[in-house]
């Protein structure tokens, strides 16, 4: 069993940043995939980056050149650094773990951009 918690959301104006953090516990192995994926309300869950152990990192389109994924294997906690946010970035956000073939998910943090 993997433990995922999530911290750092909160309201924010437009143009401001938020640093998310999702530390996790339990079952770890030293080849995994960290990501945050984000759903807005009346919308599909969907992927904002992902980092794998070996240090490739996807991006959605949408946040490239804004956000930033970022991890600590030491502490087995991942990091999504938001600037420029934007109300449309307004979203429960999820940290996500996929270790041998199994996702597991965080509990959400909202994310409220105001314009």
């Known amino acids: 069993q993997v433990q995922l918690v999530e911290s750092g959301g909160g309201l924010v104006q437009a143009g401001g940043s938020l640093r998310l953090s999702c530390a996790a516990s339990?079952?770890?192995?030293?080849?995994?995939?960290r990501g945050w994926y984000r759903q807005a309300p009346g919308k599909q869950r969907v992927l904002v980056a992902t980092?794998?152990?070996?240090?490739?990192?996807n991006y959605a389109d949408s946040v490239k050149g804004r956000f930033t994924i970022s991890r600590d294997n030491a502490k087995n906690t991942v990091y999504l650094q938001m600037n420029s946010l934007k109300h449309e970035d307004t979203a429960v956000y999820y940290c996500?773990?996929?270790?041998?073939?199994?996702?597991?998910w965080g509990q959400g943090t909202q994310v409220t951009v105001s314009s």
């Open positions: 996500s773990k996929v270790q041998l073939g199994r996702t597991d």
């Open positions: 339990g079952s770890i192995f030293s080849i995994n995939t």
């Open positions: 980092l794998t152990t070996g240090g490739i990192i």
